[in-house]
């Protein structure tokens, strides 16, 4: 039988593709790879790019503030030029189609997508290509795991169980795809009501420590709650942008150096 890894190929130019997964929707995967992809550019002044593969819910068009507008073709090599913003590429199935339209797709069709945003989009030299994909462990990730070389996956969790068990999905997923496993990211992992207080759960702790560490899976982060994260996301500017020296702004530049270090830069 064909072996389906046998049609990778890298993107020509681009070194390093991290792909950050999850089992759970909802549990901060497109925050995190903006804050991941400005934080790279900031740490080592890397050439970043950003594909929002969540075909379905593209949502880094409204995070990253580039709602309405839409890429240009290169002339000469006929291939989409990716927006610039905050000195990041960036490509999403949002910019060729209507935020509120449902967007339905067949296998084949979807295919075809993940293969043109790989291939025929004008990537140029980058040091990291971040990846938001989809919620759950579907057709996407597989098609990219298949088409491209992945230099690593990241499974993003918040502390419940319950997150947990959808977690454990997802790492199994990036096992059986062979894609090496960076670590995982715990996300609203506290919340502090004031400052200059204690933190408090946000969500009841649950195994997700005692799990990584009896299956030597780094933590490669644990990312507070913080309204401010959430209202970045809405306006457009990424937080990182406005409070880089913020706890958790700082948290999102340690978060690079750990996958940085992952991948063995
Ligand atoms: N650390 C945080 N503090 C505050 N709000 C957060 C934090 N992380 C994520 N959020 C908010 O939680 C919501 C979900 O986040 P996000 O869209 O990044 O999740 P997702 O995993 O990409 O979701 P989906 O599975 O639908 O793609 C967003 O409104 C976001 O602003
Ligand atoms: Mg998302």
Known sequence: MKNPFDQQSPITGVKHIIAIGSGKGGVGKSTISVNLALALK???????????????????????????????????????????????????????????????????????AVDQ???????????????????????????????????????????????????????NMFAHLKVPCLGVVENMSSFKIKQDEDPIDLFPK???????????IKKLASIPFHPDVGLSCESGVPFLESYPDSEEGLVFLKLAEAVQSGLHI
């Open 42 to 112: 900031k740490k080592n002044n890397g050439r970043v790019g950003l594909l929002d593969a969540d075909l379905y819910g593209p949502s880094l068009p409204r995070m990253i503030g580039c709602l309405n507008q839409k890429p240009e073709i290169n002339s000469e090599n006929k291939k989409v030029i990716p927006l610039k913003r905050f000195g990041i590429e960036l490509m999403s199935m949002g910019f060729l189609v209507e935020e509120d339209l449902p967007v339905i797709w067949r296998g084949p069709m979807l295919f075809k």
């Open 117 to 171: 945003f790989l291939k025929e989009v004008d990537w140029g030299e980058l040091d990291y290509l971040v990846v938001d994909l989809p919620p759950g462990t579907g057709d996407v990730v597989l098609t990219l795991a298949q088409k491209v070389p992945l230099s690593g996956g990241i499974v993003v969790c918040t502390p419940q169980n319950i997150a947990l068990i959808d977690a454990k999905k997802a790492l």
């Open 206 to 216: 649950g195994q997700l420590d005692t799990y990584l560490k009896a299956n030597k």
